[in-house]
């Protein structure tokens, strides 16, 4: 995928608090690097689905509308932002409502399929306009991009996603979030399309014991000794 002229791709897969928003975003940052974070996709997908009472448990419903909303993301990793319709829904798509009902809606083929189509686009456009960019979610090292030069999962304990996971929502109840950690994370691996596995091609990086830090130099130095090749 570094063909001349073009830059790189870092893909990075990995479940949820596993730290690979973080971690993305600081090697976008550290090299100058575009930032698309996939899962905000599907939940402004899942935003728009409930703003408008679609029944996110019904497939085929789902499956009618997916062509409706326009899902803008912008990628500098130092202020990325995430638009529907125009309007930015970066903090509602946080929520607890869309939280719980989005792994319903980004097991529908046809989201994906649309989603996939997007981020592709995305990906072509940061390639040919800047030195690259670091893609993030479940599907990127195995549907996305599974051609990206540095193809990456990231994991940590169950105990260290739910701390750094309540950590962010600001809530102390690490219990309530390891749970819901456990259901989506079954939810995300079991379903039929692009569920989350890893591909031996990619590299796996366990980030519990590490620093935010330590693990976006490893990546970085992963990074560069690619480019380099
Ligand atoms: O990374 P996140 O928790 O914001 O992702 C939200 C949901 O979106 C997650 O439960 C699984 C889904 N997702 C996906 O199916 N494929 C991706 N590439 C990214 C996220």
Do not use: C
């Amino acid at each position: 995928m570094s063909a001349q002229g073009t830059g790189i791709v870092i893909a990075i897969d990995g479940p949820s608090g596993s730290g690979k928003s973080s971690t993305a975003k600081g090697v976008a940052k550290a090299r100058e690097l575009r930032y698309l974070d996939t899962g905000a996709m599907y939940r402004a997908l899942t935003w728009w689905m409930l703003h408008h009472g679609v029944d996110v448990g019904d497939p085929a419903a789902v499956a009618a509308q997916v062509e409706r909303p326009v899902i803008t993301m912008g990628t500098d990793p130092n202020a990325p932002t995430v638009e529907v319709d125009g309007r930015d829904v970066a903090a509602d798509i946080r929520g607890k409502d869309v939280t719980t009902s989005v792994s319903a809606v980004s097991a529908v083929p046809e989201a994906r399929e649309l989603l996939v189509r997007t981020q592709r686009e995305v990906i072509a456009a940061a390639r040919a306009e800047s030195a690259g960019i670091v893609v993030e979610g479940r599907d990127i090292t195995t549907v996305v991009a599974p051609d990206a030069p540095v193809k990456l999962f990231i994991t940590a304990s169950a105990e260290a996603r739910a701390q750094r996971r309540s950590k962010e929502v600001r809530t102390g109840d690490v219990a309530a979030t390891q749970a819901d950690l456990a259901r989506r994370d079954k939810l995300d691996s079991s379903r039929v399309h692009s569920p989350l596995t890893r591909t031996e091609d990619a590299t796996e990086l366990d980030t519990t014991g590490l620093t935010l830090d330590e693990v976006v130099a490893l990546v970085v130095k992963l990074a560069d000794e690619v480019a380099a090749e």
